[in-house]
């Protein structure tokens, strides 16, 4: 079954992506300005940990040296 977004040209995708920020933007607008830059960084925050997870911690005995 195809995937809905490749039946959809680029115009028709803009154009959902307009109206949706419409609608999160006066949603927004009710919230005061720390909650709207709390909302944000949650957002900023859960695009950069998919795209850059982080880097694996090197497991560290009682003494806090190196565990091997």
């Known amino acids: 079954m195809p995937d809905r977004s490749d039946l959809m040209d680029e115009l028709q995708r803009s154009e959902i992506a ?3 920020m ?3 933007e006066a ?3 009710r919230r005061s300005d720390d909650e709207r ?3 944000w960084r949650a957002v900023d925050l859960y ?3 998919r795209k850059a ?3 694996p911690v090197a497991a ?3 003494s806090g040296a190196k565990a091997g």
């Open 18 to 20: 307009r109206e949706a």
């Open 22 to 24: 419409a609608h999160l």
């Open 27 to 29: 949603a927004l607008a």
């Open 37 to 39: 830059g709390a909302f």
């Open 47 to 49: 695009y950069f940990s």
């Open 53 to 55: 997870p982080p880097e």
């Open 60 to 62: 560290t005995g009682p």
